[in-house]
């Protein structure tokens, strides 16, 4: 009996050993720990500030200049100025010679004032020729022959010239002329020792230099253009009258200034040639009355 109750204790503990066995939770699993990684800090390079100016060069006016004047490198110089990008600074001020210089003055320019393109106009423009050209004085083209073809290499708008008459010496041919009269011009002689130049019109202002579409720049034809000049009335009279039937030349002014009167090396007699307050027809042959047949 006491054997049968040691079999039973152990099919119990049996029992309750397998009961225990199944019944007994499995362990949690242990989370693995989630690592954050920390944002890597990247030093930014300082960014670089575009320039908010730049450096540009402007034409100043050297000297007061008036209205009217064409400039020459004598009336203006240049210099560096800082403005802001994008103004209109740029566009709005000179910065090359070839910009300003022969250009006519539209206005009065005060000293060390900056030029502004609005200032000036450009050389056979309509607002040049209105501007150039002072009240009271007109335009009047000079043919140039291919001789005088050293004149447009060296000479430009604004610069000045004179205008001389090439005639015989007037002492020597009343001498040699039995028929000499006091107030004839004498065409140049075939000796050289008698002929002579004589300044007419000095220190004229030439306002542009005109080759034309078909003037080649070797200058190989007899014309080689004109040059346009700015004359007075009684100047125009002198010289047209001088070119019908005598030589005319030009030759760079010895003037370095403008000359209003450039009949001024003239006397008052020559002036006025060929002006007179005489009448065409003399009393004795003035006809009075025409008969038919």
Partial sequence: MKQKKIIILYILMLVVGLALLFTKSSPEPVAEPIIVQQ?????????KEEPKTEIITVAVAKRSISKSKILTKDDYYFKSIEVKIGSNDKSKYIGDATEIDAYVSKNNIAKDAFIERSFIAAPNSEEYLMSAIKEGNYMFPF??????????????????????????DDEIAKSNSKNY?????????????????????????????????????????????????????????????????????????????????????????????????KAIFSKKKQINLLKGN
């Fill in 39 to 47: 944002p890597v800090q990247v030093k930014e390079e300082p960014k």
């Fill in 143 to 168: 043919k140039l022959d291919e001789i005088d073809s050293y004149l447009v290499k060296n000479l430009k708008s604004g610069d000045l010239v004179d205008l001389y008459i090439f005639y015989s």
């Fill in 181 to 277: 009269k006091e107030d004839r011009i004498v065409s140049p002689s075939d000796d050289f020792v008698k002929n002579r130049i004589k300044p007419i019109i000095v220190g004229k202002k030439i306002l542009y230099i005109d080759l034309g579409d078909t003037i080649d720049q070797k200058f190989q034809r007899k014309e080689v253009g004109q040059v346009q000049l700015e004359l007075s009335n009684q100047e125009i009279k002198l010289l047209r009258t001088l070119m019908t039937n005598s030589t005319v030349m030009m030759y760079p002014s010895t003037y370095k200034q403008n000359i209003d009167d450039g009949l001024r090396l003239l006397s008052d007699k020559e002036k006025k040639w060929p002006l007179t307050d």
